[in-house]
């Protein structure tokens, strides 16, 4: 079956260290995107792709960065310089036409300990 | 996109129906409705989306006001597994002009009661 694949499910970071998120996709999406979410607030747009070899910036990309060498993989670098990143962050993507709805991964825990 | 408005949360007698309002009172001409929902420590999860015409899947249907500036998600026997928040978004159809800034505000927080 067709989806987002997000890995790991929960992970744990040392303050200082940098992690990496992954999102893998076989839905031959164009579009990909990072969105971070805390407890009890809503989703806030990190990074998004439109294509290969390229992404902008969303909201709140202080501390992180991606890469998009491959279409169907769009990894997520939460930085040292990322002063809370504890939270639950979330990969989604969009096929480049048509209805246009966003497919969600099922989510990455990173806490900082 | 046009921003969105929803209660904070609601609570629902399990086997009845679940009206979940949303407001988009700024919602241009050719922009859709989706709704969303989000079990607790998942992914959220698509449901339903429409422009005008009122929609029904096997999930849930979507019923938008003449004017589009609001719309209902009704689920038809709410059963303790639809216990979730619930996001409703606005946005164009495609990707054609370049990227649509999505928002997702917190939602509404259905809570179904045995």
């Known amino acids: 079956d067709g989806g987002i694949t997000q890995s790991p499910k929960y992970l744990f970071r040392k303050e200082g260290q940098n992690v990496t998120l992954s999102c893998e996709q076989n839905l031959n999406h164009d579009a990909m995107y990072w969105y971070r979410q805390d407890p009890g607030q809503g989703l806030r747009l990190i990074y998004y792709?439109?294509?290969?070899?390229?992404?902008q910036k969303g909201d709140i990309a202080e501390g992180y960065s991606v890469s998009r060498e491959k279409k169907e993989s769009f990894p997520l670098t939460v930085t040292s310089a990322q002063k809370n990143p504890t939270a639950f962050y979330l990969c989604a993507s969009t096929p480049s036409a048509g209805r246009n709805t966003i497919y969600f991964g099922e989510g990455s825990w990173l806490t900082v300990v | 996109d046009a921003k969105t408005t929803q209660p904070t949360s609601m609570d629902c007698a399990e086997g009845r129906a679940a009206n979940l309002p949303c407001n988009h009172s700024t919602i241009s001409g050719n922009e859709y409705v989706y709704w969303y929902r989000q079990i607790h420590s998942q992914g959220p999860q698509y449901i339903i989306h429409g422009l005008k015409n009122n929609e029904t899947n096997e999930m849930a249907s979507l019923i938008i006001t003449e004017d589009r500036k609001s719309s209902t998600l009704i689920l038809p026997h709410a059963t303790l597994r639809d216990t979730a928040v619930y996001y409703c978004i606005v946005r164009f159809p495609g990707n054609s002009g370049g990227y649509q800034k999505v928002t997702f505000g917190t939602g509404t927080k259905l809570q179904v009661i045995p």
């Open positions: 792709s439109q294509i290969v070899n390229d992404f």
